[in-house]
């Protein structure tokens, strides 16, 4: 396989057929003269050289850049997620250009370096904290009130918990609940870290914008269903709507995708009492199938477009180093 390629990488043992998105993408990329492929991550085998990888049992020079979608990282199930990105930054030693980069990967998906990232680059975060015990996470309540607890690397809002002081069950002297504490321990059984943060007072949406090369390529509120104000409830689906971001917003969000050094991204953002609040950075846009020529697309030519015209972007001063 020659150099000059681009691989779009994800996780297709369980799904062999390449999604919508990453099919479209390829066929984008292709149009354009680039030799692009599709591969399973999980087919990549790592030994000491630069020079070349084993895919699928077969010696071939690394590309020129790799798209690393989300399943990528949030699949990863083989050791330690620092494997993992150990072998995204063997891959960019061997001159590979991802899409994300590495450090911007590793950062963001740590909740709790992201948030540190953000807050010292002046971007509105909730104040976070790591805890190991049920302690940390009762004093976390008598400092804050209402609190919402997640995994320090996490996905798709699992194990995320929004709980209140002095639940059913509780005992005097004491701020969780019986069902609280229970709760809190077996996530702490499971992750062995947690970030904690205060609750964000928000009407009962929240904001997520897709951004591309530092630019919004799509926006739109989800608004909650669910008596409790949550957007992730399984058995209340949010609805959607257009969100027209006015300038604070969009400063806010390229504020934070710029600070985490992403290419591409996904933002969540509440309407909090002073203003947006960053909830969580994504990096990726891995589906966007339901935004592509919707009423929440803003890019000038479909996201398909604009994703394929960074990956371009990226590649083109590596695949003239090669041509030298």
């Known amino acids: 396989m020659p150099a000059s390629t681009v691989w779009i990488a994800d996780r297709t043992a369980e799904e062999p057929d390449p999604t919508w998105e990453t099919t479209l993408l390829r066929d984008a990329l292709r149009a354009r003269g680039i030799q692009t492929e599709i591969i399973n991550w999980d087919d990549l085998a790592f030994g000491m050289s630069r020079k070349s990888v084993l895919l699928a049992g077969e010696e071939v020079a690394p590309p020129t850049a790799m798209v690393v979608c989300s399943r990528v990282i949030t699949r990863h199930t083989d050791g330690d997620v620092g ?62 009130g209402e609190l919402m607890i997640k995994p320090v690397h996490g996905h798709a809002s699992i194990d995320v918990v929004r709980m209140r002081p002095k639940g059913k069950g509780y005992v005097q002297g004491e701020l969780l609940g019986m069902r609280e504490e229970i709760t809190t321990w077996h996530l702490l059984q499971n992750h062995q870290l947690l970030c904690v943060q205060p609750y964000v007072p928000n009407p009962g949406r ?53 600070a985490l050094g992403l290419d591409l991204a996904t933002v969540d953002v ?44 990226v590649m083109a001063p590596r695949a003239r180093q090669t041509t030298l």
Request: hydrophobic share 40%; net charge negative; charged share 25%.
């Open 206 to 258: 929240d904001i997520r914008i897709t951004i591309i090369d530092g630019t919004v390529m799509a926006s739109m509120f989800h608004i909650s269903t669910a008596s409790d104000g949550s957007v992730r409830h399984l058995l209340h689906p949010y609805t959607a709507a257009v969100c027209d971001p006015d300038p604070e917003l969009e400063r806010v969000v390229l504020h934070a995708t710029s």
């Open 270 to 313: 509440v309407e909090g009492p002073d203003g947006p609040v960053v909830i969580e950075v994504n990096p990726t846009i891995t589906l966007w199938r339901t935004l592509e020529g919707s009423e929440f697309d803003r890019s000038p030519a479909g996201i398909t477009t604009a994703h394929a015209d960074v990956v371009a972007r």
């Open 83 to 144: 494997l993992l990105f150990d072998w995204l930054d063997h891959l960019e030693e061997s001159g590979v250009r991802l899409i994300n980069q590495a450090r911007a990967l590793r950062a963001t998906e740590n909740k709790m370096r992201q948030a540190q990232i953000l807050h010292a680059a002046g971007v509105p975060v909730p104040e976070t904290r790591v805890v190991r015990s049920v302690a940390e996470v009762e004093q976390c309540m008598q400092d804050w």
